[in-house]
C-alpha cells in the first residue's frame, strides 16, 4: 500500500527518514547517520507560559513541540520546519516568532543540567534542581513528577542521553519542487538546512524514498 502525506509535517517526516544523510551532510559528517537518533513531532505541552517580567515565575512548565530533534555523536539538533508555502517566510528569509525561540532556549537548558546532574530518574531531576529552571533571569517550574510531561521529557532526555552535548538550532527548509528559495534565517544562532522535497503540491509518498515529482 503506497501512502501519501501533504504539508509540512509529511514533507518534514519524509525528508529526515529519507533524506538524513543530506541533513547531517549540511551540519556535521554524515557519517554519523548509523548512530542517529530522531525524535518526530516530541511534544512538551501545547502551551508555553504567559510572558514574564525579569526576576519573575513563569506560570507553566509547557513550552510546546518541536518539528523534529536530531541527535548523533556530534551534536543534537533542535529543529524547526517551515515549508515553502509558511507564513514565516518574508521575502529570502524566515523570521521565527518568540514562543519558539523560547522553546530552543529552555530544551537547551534541561539538556545542560540533564548532562550534569545525570539523573536516574524524573523525580532526582525534579528535587536536585529545587522544582525549577532558571533562563537568564525568569525561573521556569520543571514538569511535575508523574506528569506526562515529565515522562514525555524523561524519554527525549534519556534517549539524547548517549548523543553529544552540543546543541545546535536548526531551522529545516523543506523546498517543494518550484518553490521559492529561501536564503537566511533572520534569527540570530539559527543554522538552515533546505532540502528539496520531490512535490509540486505538497504532497508526498511516505512509504518508500522516491526521486520522482509526486502529485
Known amino acids: 500500500m503506497k501512502t501519501f502525506g501533504y504539508g509540512e509535517d509529511a514533507l518534514n517526516l519524509w525528508a529526515l527518514t529519507n533524506q538524513m544523510e543530506v541533513f547531517l551532510d549540511c551540519l556535521e559528517d554524515p557519517s554519523s547517520q548509523a548512530d542517529a537518533v530522531l525524535f518526530f513531532r516530541p511534544s512538551f505541552g501545547r502551551q508555553g507560559s504567559n510572558p514574564v517580567q525579569p526576576g519573575g515565575t513563569a506560570d507553566s512548565s509547557q513550552f510546546g513541540e518541536f518539528d523534529a530533534i536530531v541527535g548523533t555523536p556530534v551534536g543534537v539538533y533542535l529543529i524547526e520546519a517551515k515549508w515553502s508555502r509558511s507564513t514565516e517566510i518574508e521575502g529570502d528569509a524566515i523570521c521565527l516568532r518568540s514562543e519558539q525561540i523560547r522553546r530552543h532556549q529552555l530544551f537547551r537548558t534541561y539538556l545542560t543540567a540533564w548532562h550534569v546532574h545525570k539523573p536516574t530518574n524524573w523525580l532526582e531531576f525534579h528535587t536536585v534542581q529545587g522544582g525549577f529552571l532558571q533562563l537568564e533571569e525568569i525561573r521556569y517550574p520543571i514538569a511535575p513528577p508523574g ?59 511516505l512509504t518508500a524514498a522516491s526521486s520522482d515529482v509526486q502529485p
Open 147 to 205: 506528569s506526562q510531561l515529565s515522562r514525555n521529557l524523561e524519554t527525549v532526555l534519556g534517549g539524547l542521553g548517549e548523543c553529544s552535548a552540543s546543541v545546535i538550532d536548526v531551522v529545516l527548509y523543506l523546498r517543494v519542487t518550484e518553490g521559492r528559495s529561501v536564503k537566511v534565517v533572520r534569527n540570530v544562532g539559527f543554522k538552515l538546512v533546505t532540502i528539496d522535497c520531490p512535490s509540486v503540491a505538497g504532497f508526498i509518498e
